[in-house]
């Protein structure tokens, strides 16, 4: 991190602060290939890593990117991954490797218009769902969402820390706003940085199990090459990691991988909550779209609008005990989205009794959502509210 000032004001984007919040948490492995609106981190990764004694490689495509970056890990160097949509459809399949054989790694994505080749210049949140759902089977997801250049570069700290910790891949959704803008920032020291590390073995060699069971789901990670021996593969494994059928190992497993989240979610929930103590309309928003959210709620409380703003900044496992909370106390929930409504299923989910108490502001052009489209949209949905109750008393 040395290559950029710290505890004073510095001009970054937020590319480059995600690049230098890699560093900081102790990243020396880059695998990747360059692509639209994600090159910037690779290219600081490739001019930082080698002062460092890291190694920056680049792969002749996004599958052998993350392939790179699972070897790298399990010989214990924390590594990582930038990548736009495309790419992260491509590195679904070891994404899913990487959940099942219990490989601590980050992958970036910097969100932008799709499908396919889409809009490589334009912004979008639609990798929401796939960033929880892409590989298949049921396995852990922990996705962060950066509002800001500075969160580019505290929330890639805390993707490197929850990686370690759990022993899991962990996502960064960034995307092209908030990618390419520049903010003037002060980056914390050095010293005042949590660094987690995994949990290593404190057995000898020969009873050394790779995956035993655990409370909390995840068990200490030997490395390769420290005199350790253990089997790592992406079929169903037993505790010493060689492939099992059997019904009880495999059921263990599963369980194991739910514990991660069950027994930590507190740990795994993470939530901004602004002006929301006395709301009684919620805008839900997360990533840059938040930015516009939070100038929304002070037009309406300027014009008497009880308004307030809860954005997930971990986006899965989905903040549920926080949101339970919001529909209690509020009339209107509005989640402005760059997709077809991706984060307002599950808002709706938790809303059930009351599913028309949860609205949408959905922009699938891939331009960015204003301010004001929020404020106009709250005050339709105001409007027709209050209609509703006209026409119910009148009736």
């Known amino acids: 991190m040395a290559a950029v000032k710290t505890g004073e004001p510095v001009l970054l984007s937020g590319n480059e602060a995600l690049a230098y919040g890699a560093l900081a948490a102790g990243a020396r492995f880059y695998g990747g290939y360059p692509i639209t609106p994600s090159t910037e981190i690779a290219e600081v990764m490739a001019k930082e890593l080698p002062k460092l004694g890291g190694k920056f490689i680049q792969m002749e495509d ?14 214990g160097v924390k590594s990582f991954t930038a990548t736009s949509g495309p790419g992260f ?16 790694c980050v992958v970036v994505d ?18 929401v769902m796939q960033a929880k759902y892409g590989s298949h089977g049921d396995y852990p997801s922990i996705v962060l969402a ?21 022993r899991a891949p962990v996502i960064i959704l960034s995307d092209e706003v908030v990618g390419h803008m520049r903010e003037k920032v002060v980056l914390p020291a050095e010293d005042e940085i949590e660094i987690i590390n995994r949990a290593k073995p404190t057995v000898p060699p020969e009873w050394y199990e790779h995956y035993q069971d655990s409370i909390t789901g995840v068990a200490p990670m030997a490395n390769f090459g420290e005199g350790y ?10 505790v010493a990691g060689f492939p099992t059928e059997r019904r009880d190992e495999i059921a263990a497993l599963m369980e194991k991988f739910k ?12 939530v901004e909550s602004y002006l929301m103590e006395d709301a009684k309309v919620c805008i839900f928003a997360y990533g840059s779209v938040a930015r516009s959210a939070k100038q929304a709620v002070k037009i309406l409380r300027q014009s008497g609008v009880r308004a307030g703003m809860l954005r997930p900044q971990i986006l899965w496992p989905f903040p549920k005990l926080p949101v339970e909370n919001m529909l209690e106390k509020v009339t209107h929930v509005l989640v402005p989205e760059m997709n077809v409504g991706q984060l307002r299923k599950e808002v709706e989910r938790l809303s059930s009794a009351d599913r028309a108490k949860v609205q949408g502001l959905n922009v699938l052009d891939s331009s960015f959502i204003t301010s004001e489209q929020i404020v106009d949209r709250v005050r339709e949905i105001r409007a027709r509210h209050k209609q509703h109750v006209r026409e119910y008393v009148s009736g």
């Open 62 to 75: 996004e599958i052998a990117s993350l392939g790179a970056v699972i070897g790298a890990s399990l010989t």
């Open 89 to 104: 459809s491509l590195m679904q399949e070891h994404i899913g490797f990487a959940a099942m054989a219990e490989v601590p």
């Open 110 to 127: 910097v969100m932008r218009g799709g499908p396919s080749t889409g809009l490589p210049t334009k912004t979008s949140q639609g990798d």
């Open 146 to 166: 950066p509002a800001s250049v500075l969160e580019c570069f505290t929330l890639t700290v805390k993707a490197f820390n929850l990686a370690e910790k759990y």
């Open 229 to 238: 021996r253990f089997h790592v593969t992406g079929l169903t494994h037993d």
């Open 259 to 270: 514990n991660k989240e069950i027994h930590n979610v507190k740990d795994l929930t993470m």
